[in-house]
Nanobody
Framework: QVQLVESGGGLVQAGDNLRLSCAVS????????MGWFRQAPGKERDIVAA???????YYADSVKGRFTISGDNAKNTVALQMNSLKPEDTAVYYC????????????????WGQGTQVTVSS
């Protein structure tokens, strides 16, 4: 049973920084792709960033230059460093896991965390 647990969400002001972490436990596989998604009220769940086990990364245009995704294979964790946060970054953030390649489509991911709320006030 694979489990993903997010942490690090909270309430911050515009311009602040926040770091999310996703811990993976259980039976995992080495050729993974981890994605961070977010979902605001009334909106679809969208990709924010993703990383493969080889270190390849993907970023949504809206977060390029502000967010950084990183992985620690030894610790089975993936982090999302979010800098210069904006009110429009407010959402529930989810980490997700799939095999091999990055996908921007939520349904392509097999395992999901429970989500962590990020609220950015103006």
């Amino acid at each position: 049973q694979v489990q993903l647990v997010e942490s690090g969400g909270g309430l911050v002001q515009a311009g602040d920084n926040l770091r999310l972490s996703c811990a993976v436990s259980g039976r995992t596989f080495s050729d993974y792709a981890m994605g961070w998604f977010r979902q605001a009220p009334g909106k679809e769940r969208d990709i924010v960033a993703a990383i493969t086990w080889r270190g390849g990364t993907y970023y949504a245009d809206s977060v390029k230059g502000r967010f950084t995704i990183s992985g620690d294979n030894a610790k089975n964790t993936v982090a999302l460093q979010m800098n210069s946060l904006k009110p429009e970054d407010t959402a529930v953030y989810y980490c997700a896991l799939r095999r091999q390649v990055v996908s921007t489509i939520p349904s392509d991911y097999i395992y999901w965390g429970q989500g962590t709320q990020v609220t950015v006030s103006s």
